[in-house]
């Protein structure tokens, strides 16, 4: 069966009371490729309460996949996506249940799965490899999403002093390298003043975005050509996603 159609900027994170309903996909997946990453999903703020392995919707027919309760002001709310359990494993933070937690989705990842259709007594009838989407996500205390906020507005002021910033804010030492090395590329190769300057607002606004979303603070890399920056006012089409990645 086909993965359901991703309306709603991801269909991983879904209340206690109700969701869309998955596809029935199963098995081996394999990372294929990085997809066009999206904007940052919401903030999601609350007190975590549990997580852990469990079939999506803890449902007996479904696949495994990772959930993470959290109580947020609204009531509790619960979060699934395979990402999860290393977002929470691996984060800076290491937040621990009772801890006040922030989650964001920051991306998808293009992976191959392999859905298998069953008949209605459960047995496997069919196979076949289909593209699905993996949401990346970041977990950490809401401390560190105040600090990066902080960062961020440092990275977007151009009228701060570099120097002085860098020695109290060391971890921003290779972005401000990275913003340098911007503008040095930008003299070379964009000759229009113009140009040049929407060229340095776009990237440090995709510097400083990323630093808010809680991505590892990052290094741009920059080619031997000006990228094109197209800006597109028609919304793209929904893509499929796989609820249990």
Do not use: C
């Not at 069953?118 to 009838?125: A, N």
């Not at 950490?140 to 109290?168: G, H, I, M, P, S």
């Not at 911007?182 to 607002?201: G, L, N, S, V, Y």
């Not at 606004?205 to 197209?230: C, M, Y």
């Amino acid at each position: 069966m086909a993965d359901p159609p991703d309306k709603a900027g991801g269909a991983a994170a879904t209340s206690s009371t109700g969701a869309t309903s998955p596809s029935t996909a199963t098995g081996s997946a394999s990372l294929s490729r990085t997809a066009a990453p999206r904007r940052g999903g919401a903030l999601v703020i609350g007190r975590l309460t549990e997580h852990g392995v469990a079939n999506y919707q803890h449902r007996s027919d479904e696949n495994p996949s990772y959930y993470v309760k959290v109580h947020t002001s609204r009531g509790l709310k619960t979060l699934w996506g395979k990402d999860l359990e290393r977002a929470l494993i691996a984060g800076e933070t290491r937040p621990k249940v009772g801890d006040l937690i922030g989650a964001r989705r920051t991306g998808r990842d293009a992976v191959t799965i392999t859905a298998r259709r069953r008949d209605p007594s459960g047995r496997v009838i069919a196979e076949e490899a289909q593209l699905a989407h993996r949401t990346r996500w970041v977990l950490e205390k809401v401390q560190f999403f105040a600090e990066r906020a902080r960062l961020a507005r440092r990275v977007r002021d151009e009228q701060l002093d570099v120097r002085k910033t860098v020695r109290a804010n060391p971890e921003l030492k290779s972005t401000f390298l990275s913003v340098r090395a911007a503008e040095e590329f930008a003299t070379r190769r964009i000759a229009d003043p113009k140009d040049r300057e929407r060229f340095m607002a776009l990237v440090r606004e995709a510097v400083a975005g990323s630093i808010q979303k809680g991505e590892p603070l990052p290094a741009v890399r920059l080619r031997d050509r000006a990228p094109a920056v197209t800006v597109s006012k028609t919304p793209k089409p929904p893509t499929r996603e796989d609820p249990t990645r």
